[in-house]
């Protein structure tokens, strides 16, 4: 079985992880002209809970 | 022949998903909305509607067959009311997946005659913001309410008869103020309200609120859509478009204070 022969360095573990990178939410303003909040897209809107022009969710 | 389902199974098993399955459907017919994930709720989508295509048909099957046979037949020897073969078929079906009785009951007697009109399409699903934890993309599925196009026209045209016939009524009562126009004009929402006049966009004496009578909302002048608004009716405060049963739109209620509201619908 494969097996690492030495112990990998910090400074190359955190080289590797200074990789790891998150992209932005892609986010739209609410149709709800009463809202224009942004939101994901196709998403029932988290703030006013419309979606469409119809009340989906009651927001928190 | 249907197309076998594809990949992994919801839950892991065979057996894990049938249960799953089964169970949100049930919770959907008793609830009429459920919050799930997406993935569920694809799934659930032909499922739930398939289980609402034989309720419809339980419902055909029984009315067709009180139609035909007459009434005297329809009892057995003991006096109990006999049921349609085909209903009776449906029921089973919809009870090999359906487990509580009640819920069975509420699909053929409530939902299968609420879709009468409708050709497919029963449920509707719209997405949520994922889930807080492990960030799964959540979804509601419901139950569609609306009626299908035609009936629903029928009603607005009910509807707006009845709004006119209201107001009429509600003008009437109002005491008449101005000379020069009939009562009837004057306050349309009683007490507090008062008509356009000939330039719309010109707030009457008094009168700064607008209303929207579409959409039953009402604008003060601090609101950022009021300039855009065409003003059906003019009150003299939100108390009194309040009174009217005008409102705010259902985001601006908690803040008062950014007094913005929807345009007309
Ligand atoms: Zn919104």
Redesign the interface.
């Known amino acids: 079985m494969a097996v690492p022969k030495r112990k990998m360095s910090r400074s190359n573990t955190r080289s590797r992880r200074s990789q790891w990178k998150t992209t932005a939410v892609h986010l739209v303003e609410c149709s709800?002209?009463?809202?224009r909040e942004p939101?994901?897209q196709?998403?029932?809107c988290?703030?006013?809970?419309?979606?469409g022009?119809r009340?989906?969710?009651q927001?928190a | 022949m249907p197309t076998p389902t594809k990949g992994a199974r919801l839950g892991g098993s065979p057996a894990h998903e049938r249960l799953l399955l089964a169970n949100l459907a049930t919770q959907l017919f008793e609830h009429n909305r459920i919050k799930t994930t997406e993935a569920k709720a694809k799934r659930l989508r032909p499922y739930a509607e398939k289980l609402i295509t034989k309720a419809k048909n339980a419902v055909a099957a029984q009315a067709q067959y009180e139609k035909d046979t007459p009434e005297a037949d329809r009892t057995d020897k003991r006096g109990n009311a006999k049921v349609a073969p085909a209903n009776l078929h449906n029921r089973r079906e919809i009870q090999k997946v359906i487990r509580d009785k009640d819920i069975v009951h509420k699909l053929i007697a409530e939902i299968a005659p609420q879709f009468a009109e409708r050709e497919g399409g029963y449920t509707r699903i719209v997405k949520t913001v994922p889930r807080k934890g492990d960030n799964a993309a959540m979804a509601i599925i419901e139950l569609v309410a609306e009626q299908t196009v035609t009936s629903e026209a029928n009603r607005a045209r009910k509807t707006r008869f009845a709004k006119d016939e209201k107001a009429k009524a509600a003008a009437t009562e109002a005491p008449a103020e101005a000379a020069d126009e009939k009562a009837s004009d004057e306050a349309p929402y009683g007490e507090g309200s008062h008509a356009p006049l000939e330039d719309v966009n010109e707030a009457p004496e008094g009168f700064p609120v607008k209303g929207n009578a579409d959409s039953m909302l009402y604008h003060t002048p601090d609101s950022r859509y009021y300039e855009q608004t065409e003003a059906e009716v003019w009150f003299a405060t939100a108390e009194a478009a309040e009174a009217a049963g005008f409102k705010l739109p259902a985001s601006q209620q908690e803040d008062k204070d950014e007094e913005s509201s929807e345009d007309e619908s």
């Open positions: 709800n002209r009463a809202c939101k994901p196709h998403v029932a988290p703030t006013c809970g419309q979606y022009g009340q989906v969710t927001p």
